[in-house]
């Protein structure tokens, strides 16, 4: 079995076996989600005492099984899953899923040992191998999934990410802001599919075309430099390293017997790759959603913000400033364009923030002022702010204000095609983040990148435009 | 008048005129604001055409009014203001809110003209003015606001905000975590009372022990300076500074006519105060949060985290390093005790971090192992992790667990008392960010500070530290 075969067989498996189907057990879980995410091949839920779930019958052991079986997802104690791991080989069983914990991350020799055995089982057979301590494969094509409210659909960005609880935060944050997977895996321990392996599958993998990959450390550093380039050269790759502090490596080698490598090595790594590096999970997610929704990069740092709010927007300027960007002075034509469709300038701000008093106008006149800004050759990049908490109405009847500013931010973008970003900030409580998702949906939607603040947007669209520099 | 008698009237009148209370007018926000909040004084809505607004009759002029009126809160355009506070003086009233824009941050001769004007007659009759510009008070205790959906309890920190969206934002963005406010004001131009002028009279208000102040400019460097250090002597003090950046500094003077001032000047402010300087608003809150729910600091940097998840963990320990501050490695008897309450190491990680399956253990085991910890003499700051979107199970399903951990964490905080905050991160989603509010709340009722990240809240902590540290 070559090495492709074996990972469509952890994408795309026609029958997946999952252990340990005991009541309330992680196996009720994982069998439960090939139900609810729609997998359309055989499903053998296994469990010593036999017995049925959701209508299911429960098979003894994975020898009962008539037909063939491709994936296996072993949710059961450490100690018996090098006997699994040969049943299911002897079975044909392609490749296995370990979410089971209890190896090398223990620290003890006994876990040590059992990852040992284990990977000797899987070189022995061929059998491929993900985790152990894992959370597995998110592939909504496929009806694979390890957690539940993912979205449904699929998309082009591949996820790797050593930890599972990472994942489950960065698919769902991603997917509130437009981003959508085509695989995403949590390794684990990394005993036989590695990090290095993935990238190096999805240097080829057509459904992808944006990869995002969170790692503890690495089996092969050479090896892993040789792909991380070879990857980043035909498609960006977002990296986050955990463990990059001297206490956060001990804290990565006791959570997944990662060896997390000198800061020096890693820096190496990146200079001589594509690759962009986050230093946060939040940064992660901001620069797939730049990435995605901005295509074209500003040609230059020249911005101009337009929204509603003094505070704000002296605030935003600081921002742009810390982050090296430029606040462009208008040039008095635009300011004269701009100040033709404003009504009156109390309390307004017609230079560079502009403060906009948005509700005194007509709507065309709303569309012009922001047209006024959007084609000025004087800027690269244009930045919507939408801050939520820092109006006066109750949030019900404000945020159909906000929408009724997007809607036309959204043409006037469309027609004008200037790197465009939107900031939905000042987000002071639980309903305003949740009224946000809405706002934000119609964004990505719309195929517009939405931040929650002016400093993160430009961080992200900053390493943007460096990822496009020419080298 | 005296200055004293001047602040009751902004603080405490017992009758307010509002002006300008047309069909969908800020008048007739700022009447309803009164009714709203429960404002037990006489109110007066005025408006020349007369009429009547939620069954109040609407006077034509301040002249008609019969009884005395201690404070008018002004929203009629600009032009007016001169003849409306001249006839106020005359019918004895005291101060005045001027909402309206329109005066000196218009960068025009006739705003500037006017502002000067406003500020003659102030001057001519005693009354006092805040704004113009601004949103004025909010002052829970009197029925006083100007925007809804903020508190109706009142607290011990006071709010100056020299924006009003900012005011907005900042208010329900602490009600969230918990921080009431005794007064709040937003000043705008400053034309008569300034941000120095509140700081002087917070000194010795005595029901705040708590000052937050959002400054772009002071009106009168080397007052300011003395006051503030004055005020910070006495309560804690912490500003944040817009308009920092040379950029930001063009945008404050267009928002709110302020002169920034240069960063050596306000650095040289600073350091003669035990202020604490912040950069952003988000950063405004975690030391409101933290001033008011750590009353007393960590005594030094050695911190133990506990909660669920790997990867969450291996992050917080790289952002507890960058912050300066260590994660303890725990003693052998530590280690031991906390392992005789764990069923099993499988995917825990029981150094520090610790990464604690809990649900595998009794309650009483669970509050032990939380116990060991934070007595353990080996740590001055105990963090716990509550990250809210890394888990496999639907959220609503999740919830009570955190909030379970929740309990028991406040019951063993309770017993021990040593310094505690908790981290509720990885909130994902809208969703999520909703269900932390609950939680939120439950944290600052039993008087523990909430955060949203590690790095955060150590930011925040190592201020305090800072604060307390002898001079």
Redesign the interface.
Known sequence: MNRTDSFSAIFDPASVAVTGVSPGSAGE?YTDYLLTYGFKGKIYPLRPKGGEFRGMKIYKSIKDVAGPVDLIICCI??QHVPDLLRESAAKGVKAAILH???FS??G?REGQELEAEVVRVARATGMRLVGP?C?GIYRPRAGLA????FPRESGRTALI??????????I??A??RGIRFSKAVSYGNACDVNETDLMEYFIADDETDLVAA?I?GVKDGPRFRDVLRRLSAVKPVIVLK???????K???A???AALAGSDAAWNAVFSQSRAVRVD??DEMVDMMVTFRFMPVPPRGKRIATMG????????A??E???AGF??APLDEAVRRDLTRNVA????????N?V?FPFWTMSEEHFRDAIRTLMKWEGIDLFLFLA?L???????AEYVPFVDYQLSNLIKVAHECGKPTAVVIN????????????GLQQKCYEAGLPTYHST?SALKAIGRLMRYHEPK
């Open positions: 879980r104690p450490a089971t914990a209890g991350e223990t003890r301590n959370m390890f957690a539940y409210e990410c050593q930890s599972g609880g990472n994942s489950n935060f960065l769902r944050a997917a509130e969170y503890e955990g463990g990059a502090t001297p206490a956060g001990e804290a990565a006791s959570h997944t946060t999970l509603v709010g003094g505070g704000v927007s002296v605030l300027t600081d742009c400033h810390n430029l606040m009156s300038d109390a309390g307004a701000m017609l230079s923030p403060d801050p908490r820092q109006s006066e109405p109750p949030l000042f987000l002071a409580t639980g309903q305003s983040w949740l009224a946000a998702a400093a």
